[in-house]
């Protein structure tokens, strides 16, 4: 792609930032339609964490998947099939007649947009070559996370109370149907010079760990901590999680290579994006129900509560790029973890959602936060790994933002399904069931700080430098 015209370059980052912007959006305007759904499909709270974490949880397995598929096979024969996935599974999550249908459909939606994001951020690294034109493009990728997050609410609530809720997955066929139509036209095809083969053993162990995990964190406030149910999920999970850890070191083409590891940038925008994304789910999970079902707020006056996290990721995220371009990751990481910890500190100790004017400056310290992390996790990913794995390498900083999300839903839904046991949405009962999730949030912020200064300094960067060296005289084979 080093022929690529700028004008070019600049319209295949609009393509892939579209592509960003249904799969970003799908999920910010299906928080604001959770209650909806919940009256109309008699769900339970377990039910409304599965309409989300469904959908992350099969996302997440097999992102890397993809990513390494688009390296092997063509980047843009991938990232077509996953539009047209994408597509047709928002259709289909339009005409679900049950939740369970609801659910299934959102899975083929998932396996549609693990061809997405991945594979977009490995065209966007082969064709902005050059680090600080790659900082300021990732930094306008993470500024669809804030158009999304602005947007979705809004037209969320818009249609939820117009039209209904179905209507929310309408939105995305206009906008995959017109990227779809430019991916054809303008997206040169590409692959990796050394493309690795599959790894379905170490597939299959991703999805057993991820999906174990999940469903007996989302399960076990009903079927009860040490039912056998539960206890054979973390069975599974700690089996998988082994043979992963064995399997894959002495694989010659490993699913998850180690080698990546090695580096500590890449390794801590690995715990970043777990953390920062199960920060960001959780608030949402929480605030949604918040606004709806105990200040009693239609789903439009929900989404225009929420507009200052949304305007401020957006507003902060290509300034974030900017920073990581300038700079470096260390500042904007750590802007990202104080004030993320501060507004989680804000809800867990003050109770800010008992005042007005707390809830909003929660909701700003959040969105400053949020805006400021998404761009060094997507740079510290790819910029110390030679471009021939970029599209694994995204990969996994893709499965680590959707492990964050799956795991935030399930285990904040937990807390609060716990803590409520049954009782009605009454602010008090609220507050004392949330208040512990809240500090999970507040904790998953420190987690962001401190990782950040450990793995920004000098001495990250030279084993990332070490890293890239070895994988590209090493490679694997």
Known sequence: MHDVSPRRRLLILAICCMSLLIVSLDNTVLNVALPAMRRELDATVAGMQWTIDAYTLVLASLLMLAGSTGDRIGRRKVFTAGLVLFTAGSLLCSLAPSLQWLIVFRMIQAVGGSMLNPVAMSIITNTFTDPKERARAIGVWGAVVGISMAAG??????????????????????????????TLRYVPESRADRPRRPDPVGQLLVMALLGSLTYGIIEAPDAGWTSPLILGCAVLAAAALAGLLVYEPRRPEPLIDPRFFRSAPFSGATVIAVSAFAALSGFLFLNTLYLQEVRGLSALHAGLYMLPMAALTFLFAPLSGRLVGARGPRLPLLVAGVTMAASGLLFAAFDAASSTALLFT????????????????????????????????????????????TLGVAVIGAVLAAGLGGHAYTAKAFADAARPAWWIITACGLAVLVVGLMTSGRWARATAVRTSRTLEKVPAS
């Open 153 to 182: 609410p809004l037209i969320g609530g818009l249609l939820v109370d117009s039209v209904g809720w179905r209507s929310i997955f309408w939105v995305n066929l206009p906008v995959g149907l017109l990227a779809l139509v430019l």
């Open 362 to 405: 929660g909701y700003v310290l959040f969105g400053l936060g949020f805006g400021m992390v998404n761009a060094p996790i997507t740079n510290t990913a790819v910029s110390g790994m030679p471009r021939a794995q970029a599209g694994v390498a995204a990969a996994v900083a893709s499965t680590s933002r959707q492990t964050g999300g």
